[in-house]
């Protein structure tokens, strides 16, 4: 039996390798890992990820982990500046106020628990996937090629097998993502990017603007209803 954890937020990137994953690579259990550590959008990520494992028929499990710091945390009626084209020529900067230290280290340390618990109790392998992304390889220090590389290592080293982290799309852009999703089959109106809260994505923070972006790059018509 092939078995897959895919680490989902419910935005596009992750849905993506959800789909590719359980519709291309034939894996044939998938568990889709969603993560609510407090952050502005849970609600609206985890209606999204909800509606994608009923759609592949894969298993779904929530986690709860208390985080504190960044932006994305704890701020129900932030509204932040609308991010320009010359910013998202280069992201590094601006991706700062949005970093949650060690985040993608804590979600990993999850994933591979539940990968080898399933492995000590039923003796099936699990490989692990995540949806990182050109942007944010380029920008977050935990979603780049050197830590997945660290990431391998650590599992080859301490787990009861060396179960293997990969990311699709590490070197890819939105709108390449989205192509991809397109071809997959993929419902982007249920997908959730943004950083706010509110009943609407808020078209101005980082992450509206990259989606903005890519459909537009991706000459596909974008679902997404926007404040502004």
């Known amino acids: 039996m092939k ?42 990520e985890k209606n999204c990820v909800s509606y994608h494992a009923r759609q592949l028929g894969c298993e779904l499990k929530l986690v709860r982990i208390n985080l504190k710091t960044s932006a994305l945390i704890h701020k129900p009626r932030a509204r932040f500046s609308s991010v320009g084209k010359e910013e998202l020529k280069d992201t590094k900067g601006i991706s700062k106020q949005w970093y949650v230290p060690c985040r993608n280290l804590l979600f990993m340390a999850h994933a591979l628990s539940l990968a080898e618990e399933d492995y000590t109790t039923s003796h099936v392998k699990s490989d692990i996937f995540v949806g990182f992304g050109a942007e944010g390889s380029d920008s ?63 078209g101005a923070c980082l992450a509206c603007a990259l989606r903005k972006h890519g459909f537009y790059w991706a000459n596909i018509p974008d679902p997404t209803s926007y404040v502004a």
């Open 140 to 202: 977050y220090p935990d979603a780049g090629t050197l830590f997945l590389k660290d990431i391998n290592l650590l599992a080859r080293d301490i787990c009861a097998a060396p179960f293997v982290t990969r990311a699709p799309f590490l070197k890819s852009n939105k709108e390449d993502i989205i192509s991809k999703g397109a071809l997959l089959g993929v419902n982007f109106e249920k997908t959730w990017s943004c950083y706010a809260e509110g009943t609407y994505q808020c």
């Open 3 to 44: 078995s897959a954890v895919v680490l989902c937020s419910g935005g596009i990137d992750s849905v993506v390798t959800a789909y590719l994953v359980r519709k291309k690579m034939n894996y044939d259990k998938v568990l889709l890992l969603f993560f609510d550590y407090g952050q502005n959008g849970w609600a609206h």
